[in-house]
């Protein structure tokens, strides 16, 4: 019998850090992780995924639920759009727990990366539409996890160019 058939590797001591390296690691849920960082707010309409990650609604769909149900990300709803044709009212973000896991396995070391590839993505003008939304607030700890400070490219240059 093997280790999987006596349950023995999932009682294991590094059970839990081989599932998120499972979770993680997944082609389209890592597209959806490295676009929910780099983009500006960190929520993205379920249209902004798909056309960033190149993937179809339904895989995006099947993706984000599965990172729902392990606690890594939400689904949050800005009521005041919904109804609304041209303005997305569902967005998806990271919780608490996807930041202290986004955390734990270094992902927050490439948010400068991943801003820079977002923004430098040319956009269709529904998803510049989509990207201007207001969407709800994030929980101020997942904010607070996910800031950091541009960096000041005058200061940069200032020292290299004469």
Partial sequence: MSETDTGAADAGPFAEQQRLFKLLSQDTRHLIIQELLGHPAHLMSLAELEYMTGKSQAAIKDQLETLIDAGLLARYTYEPSEGKR?????????????????????YLRGLLVARALYESTRKT????????APRPELPEAVAEALEFDEPDLDAVDGGTTR
């Fill in 125 to 132: 003008e529904k998803i510049e539409r989509h990207e201007s």
């Fill in 86 to 106: 041209d303005l997305p009212s569902q967005f998806y973000g990271f919780t608490e727990r996807g930041a202290e896991v986004l955390h734990d396995y270094k």
